[in-house]
């Protein structure tokens, strides 16, 4: 019976068995295609996650044993092909974070048109439709007193409704761009925010803060519009019965945390199956990079909810103007 030998399939080599070997060429010959084998190296590098500081104590690795070689010491042009190779690897770092910086741009330059947007809707609710509702009290009132009194308690009644409905655009309207907001700042905002959350949700929201003062106009707005999100997920999602929102300084950061005792959630399985939560997540996630910031979430099915929000405080002097 015959027997076949196994070949054995060769693995493609790896990161840094590549890297020498396409540093070593680079050297020795110099070129074009050493050069491009670099740049590709540095895809590769970042499909693979490794950061700058791997890239860095790998390349001085390479360099040491070369220079630890007694055979002969590296000529002034050797040392300076080995820059240019790590220059070459380092080069789609440069443009994935310019890239970066481009998408942020822009990013909050669509927040502040949106928001723009919102103050326009928030006061033409406010305004426009108040106008309207004075003049049909006027109206009604006009009209019922040529009535007798019983259809004069049906008028009544309608103006009731009126009322209600005036209450309700008004609300609207502090939610969708409070006043308080541009006059007072983004906590006492907050404030009458979770006042209203917790009226209509039967919630107790608790606020601490040992913070004071204002901050620039885009972190109070990005600010305000997280712990909103945080606040309506928390009453129609987590069915919890208490939250607390906790606002500090420590250690350099300004601090923020929002949290439930509700039913909590598998955090991955929301953000990635396109639910309306998963996307909110995402947008108070992509609202705080936008400004430098950072969320943070911690949940679990059945111990509730705890997000954190976290600014560098040298943050605060990106953008000074206020909301005004």
């Known amino acids: 019976m015959k027997t076949r030998a196994k070949r054995k399939t060769k693995l493609p080599p790896t990161f840094e068995e590549e890297y020498r070997s396409a540093f070593g060429e680079y050297i020795q010959h110099g070129g074009e295609g050493a050069l491009g084998r670099a740049y590709e190296l540095g895809r590769r590098a970042i499909t693979e996650k490794k950061s700058l500081m791997e890239i860095a104590a790998l390349h001085h690795q390479v360099l040491h044993g070369m ?3 007694g055979k002969r010491a590296m000529r002034l042009q050797e040392l300076s092909a080995a820059a240019e190779f790590l220059a070459e690897i380092l080069s789609p770092y440069e443009m994935a974070h310019r890239g970066v910086q481009d998408a942020i741009m822009a990013l909050r330059q669509l927040n502040e048109t949106l928001e723009e947007e919102i103050k326009r809707i928030a006061y033409a609710v406010h305004d426009e439709a108040g106008q309207l509702l004075v003049a049909a009290h006027l109206a009604l009132a006009d009209f019922a007193r040529e009535l007798l009194d019983p259809q004069k308690q049906q008028v009544a009644r309608i103006e009731e409704l009126l009322n209600q409905v005036e209450k309700q655009l008004r609300r609207y309207s502090h939610e969708l761009r409070p006043t308080i907001l541009d006059d007072l700042g983004w906590i006492p905002a907050i404030r009458f925010l979770a006042e209203g959350v917790s009226k209509r949700a039967n919630l107790s929201i608790e606020i601490k803060t040992t913070v004071a003062g204002r901050l620039p106009g885009p972190m109070e707005i990005a600010l305000y519009r997280t712990v909103q999100e945080a606040l309506t997920n928390a009453a129609k999602h987590s069915k919890a019965s208490r939250v607390w929102i906790r606002i500090a300084r420590k250690n350099g950061t300004f601090c923020c945390s929002i949290e439930d005792d509700g039913v909590g959630f598998d955090v991955r399985a929301v953000q990635s199956d396109g639910k ?49």
């Open 67 to 69: 220079l630890a070689d």
């Open 276 to 324: 309306r939560r998963g996307l909110g997540l995402i947008g108070m996630q992509e609202r705080l990079n936008a400004i430098g910031g950072a969320l943070s979430i911690d949940s679990a099915g059945g111990r509730g909810t705890r997000l954190l929000i976290q600014l560098p405080m040298e943050a605060r002097n990106a953008n000074s103007h206020r909301t005004r």
